[in-house]
């Protein structure tokens, strides 16, 4: 692979939150460590999926791509630029490359704007448009495109269904003829029946404008469909990443392993024989303060000493890229190995 | 509008080990002048200790369903205007406000979607869990320490001593929907409605207060009707399940008919649009195409025929009655799908 393959390149970052308290309010009484030494590459046109709990800082590395919020620290690569030490000025020209997808359909788009004005602000923005007559056009072109009829383009959002709100989203997004679109819960939010409707939607476009897309979900089914590579993430760190087949058919972390056993199957008779893993107990910890050592040791089944006090690395197991971070894979580490500990058996998913 | 006569559970249907029998319900909101029926006609039973699940979307009237079993409708805008409600035998809507009252949190216990504003936040979880018991005359607020404790411990509360004196806020959303259970457990109910109980919940926590409800209908032998959008949820806990689109019941059965041989459009499409953990990838996702039903304007004949795709003559004109396929398995639909698609 070339360089020239990778779009956008994130390394070690750090989005530290201080939390203000004392009487005033001015004096810091502690971090949140949402995102804690994130890094990852998206090669052209494929698409990233980014899975984790509420918690895991995974919308907050969506934003810290776009500088949406600061990076405490680490480097974003795109097309070859970083992004964290330009000026406002020098920043706002790469924003265009990359456009957001959010989840909410009700709340990302202004109530008081007609849709025509929606979706051409960012032609306006960035000075896309020729005249009057072609920034029309352009809108209902792009109102064709996600599936609308350019009729309604003086309409307001609340004019619209969830669904068809969330095609809007996804017009506005395409508008800035961006490389990367950052798709934060886009399905989440909708109906069952026109979930698939959208999830159809983002892949014809990403085939026909060559797009390449960051998933972030809670979805592991949504995740799969949609996804060339995953990275799952827990407390603000990356626990695993490798190709999607490999997620699904060999999942290595027991944090990954957990939440696909934790995914009800539609299907009673696949469920019937499926055991349900009651050693995911509790809930995420605080990230206030989090757990010494490997984050997920406090609700992992199989954490021994050193999962208490070192902190793992995500390093390369095996073949193929598959990345983990988790002592049971690092011999130099710990003694205790995966095969030897782990069974198969919540993991009868087809 | 005009009642339509629709097929109801015949007499004799009616199994000796049902709960609750709900027949031909109709619900209505006044909204601008307008009446929208959000349920209508529905029919259904609820057998003792079994999980019945209702699947449906948003506006498909699943939870106002939940909310005319108990009364719980807002009144006005809402109404129940028809239908019967039977629990053990004794038919709600004719129930006076103390008998009610006495139904509510006692023999019937209902759990939220949302637990932070289902909870009052300037009350103490002890005070909220022994709330229902003092209602119900189980003993003052005293004596009643003990049984809040053992409560808690149920669904697994680290600590349940001194999460008496926790406020709501102070309490994660897993832990708030467990001690919302707790109460929904406190007086022993024999039928528990469990309205998207974990909607809001990571998957992880999802898959532990689902658990824990099976755990605790499974001891008390209680019924559940569990009202969700999840076909997984479903197929993992629900032995029978209805089927809601447009405030109808349009198809209903065993989990294993619903889901290995569904015969209404409308649950072939769900069952077709979901991306599945359980299939390798490869292919597009089938959606169901057009938008969800305006209940305000909704199309003559079979509200789903516009977006059905063996829609015919009969479906735009009359309105399809809930017929048997077989035994427990009954649809609401003019179009046999095993004809139309071999495959089925």
Known sequence: ?350 | MLAEPLAQIPESEVRPDTLLRVNNLRTCFRQDGKTVTAVDGVSFDVRKGETLAIVGESGSGKSVTAMSILRLIPSPPGEITDGEILFDGRDVLAMNDEEIRQLRGGDIAMIFQEPMTSMNPVLTVGRQLSEPMVTHGKGDRKSLKARCVELLRQVRIPDPESRLQAYPHQLSGGMRQRVMIAMGLACDPRLIIADEPTTALDVTVQAQILELLKDLTRRNNASMILITHDLGVVARYAERINVMYAGRVVEQGTAREIFKSPRHPYTLGLMASIPRLDQPKGGRLIPITGQPPDLANLPKGCPFHPRCPYAKDQCRQDRPPLTQVSGDHWKACWVDVTEVQPHV
């Not at chain 1, 992004?83 to 990359?98: E, N, P, S």
């Not at chain 1, 109102?143 to 003086?154: C, H, I, Q, T, W």
């Not at chain 1, 757990?291 to 954490?303: E, I, L, N, V």
């Not at chain 1, 190995?337 to 087809?350: F, I």
């Open chain 1, 1 to 350: 692979m070339s360089d020239n393959d990778i779009l956008l390149e994130v390394e070690n970052l750090k989005i530290h939150f201080p939390l203000y308290g004392g009487l005033l309010g001015h004096k810091v009484t502690g971090t949140v460590k949402a995102v804690d030494g994130v890094s990852f590459q998206v090669r052209r046109g494929e698409t990233l999926g980014v899975v984790g709990e509420s918690g895991c800082g995974k919308s907050t590395t969506g934003l810290g791509v776009l500088r949406m919020v600061e990076p405490t620290e680490g480097r974003v690569i795109l097309d070859g630029t970083d992004l964290t030490v330009l000026d406002q000025k020098a920043l706002r020209k790469y924003r265009r490359k990359v456009q957001m997808v959010y989840q909410d359909p009700f709340g990302a788009l202004d109530p008081r704007m007609r849709v025509m004005d929606i979706i051409g602000e960012p032609l306006l923005i960035h000075r896309l448009h020729q005249d009057k007559q072609a920034y029309k056009e352009r809108v209902h072109g792009l109102l064709e495109r996600v599936g609308l009829n350019p009729n309604m383009a003086d309409r307001y959002p609340h004019q619209f269904s969830g669904g068809q709100r969330q095609r809007i989203g996804i017009a506005r997004a395409l508008a800035a003829e961006p490389d990367l679109i950052i798709c934060d819960e886009p399905v989440s939010a909708l109906d069952v029946s026109i979930q698939a409707q959208v999830i159809n939607l983002l892949e014809d476009l990403q085939d026909e404008f060559g797009l390449t897309y960051l998933f972030i979900a809670h979805d592991l089914a949504v995740v799969k469909h949609i996804c060339d590579r995953i990275m799952v993430m827990y407390l603000g760190h990356v626990v695993e990443e490798t190709s999607r087949d490999e997620l699904y058919d060999n999942p290595r972390h027991p944090y990954t392993r957990a939440l696909l056993s934790a995914i009800p199957v539609p299907d009673p008779d696949a469920e019937a024989s499926r055991e349900f893993d009651p050693s995911l107990d509790g809930e995420i910890p605080s990230p206030l303060n989090p757990p010494t050592g490997c984050t997920f040791h406090t609700r992992c089944q199989y954490a021994h000493e050193a999962c208490r006090t070192v902190k793992p690395r995500l390093r390369e197991t095996g073949d193929g890229g598959h990345k983990v971070a988790c002592h049971l894979y690092d011999p130099e580490v710990s003694d205790v190995r995966a095969e030897d500990v782990m069974t198969d058996r919540l993991l009868a998913v087809g």
